[in-house]
T-cell receptor, first 112, second 113 residues
């Protein structure tokens, strides 16, 4: 089954404690992206990757890092999380950036 | 910079009636437009897209959307709403470069029996 898998689905943690949200896709897609969803703001793009070792900033990259060492994986790293990063996060992938994206089921992060 | 506006936070419609969810956009170059739907505790699901060609595009679950270049709009429509259509709907835009995808704020559709 074609899917995008995110882990964990839920996480409550404290300010300053580094965390990583993993994302993996099994569709051999070149394009991967991270979004955060906040009420009334829709989804905002954090980072995207057009291919392995190619990443770029989206609209709201501050406080986040990503890496794309393999085609299937695109982890999101919060080096020093802060409460304003409490949000619902989605990973997505597509063959190319201008094609429909497949979304994971989301990761709800609470930073206390 | 590209942008998407969904002017209605919520749309209420009776089951069996037609529905419209509005979307306007701004992008440089040729627009690639998408509609996605989100059900509770789930990720977004692709409904339909416009890249080029006919201004009326048909998608999943009986939904369609009308592209209007002069009004820079891409409204989502369905001739007869179902209660099961109740969900959160997002319009999104990118261009032929396809690097960044920009979403609107979302419109909650409530279909009442």
């Amino acid at each position: 089954e074609a899917q995008v898998t995110q882990n964990p689905r839920y996480l409550i943690t404290v300010t300053g404690k580094k965390l990583t949200v993993t994302c993996s896709q099994n569709m051999n897609h070149e394009y991967m992206s991270w979004y955060r969803q906040d009420p009334g703001l829709g989804l905002r793009q954090i980072y995207y990757s057009m291919n392995v070792e190619v990443t770029d900033k989206g609209d709201v990259p501050e406080g986040y890092k990503v890496s794309r060492k393999e085609k299937r994986n695109f982890p999101l790293i919060l080096e020093s999380p802060s409460p304003n990063q409490t949000s619902l996060y989605f990973c997505a992938s597509s063959g190319q950036g201008n094609q429909p994206q497949h979304f994971g089921d989301g990761t709800r992060l609470s930073i206390l | 910079a590209q942008s998407v506006a969904q002017p209605e936070d919520q749309v209420n419609v009776a089951e069996g009636n037609p529905l419209t969810v509005k979307c306007t956009y701004s992008v440089s170059g040729n627009p690639y437009l998408f509609w996605y739907v989100q059900y509770p505790n789930r990720g977004l699901q692709f409904l339909l897209k416009y890249i080029t060609g006919d201004n009326l595009v048909k998608g999943s679950y009986g939904f369609e959307a009308e592209f209007n270049k002069s009004q820079t709009s891409f409204h989502l429509k369905k001739p007869s709403a179902l209660v099961s259509d109740s969900a959160l709907y997002f319009c999104a835009v990118t261009n032929n470069a396809g690097n960044m995808l920009t979403f609107g704020g979302g419109t909650r559709l409530m279909v009442k029996p």
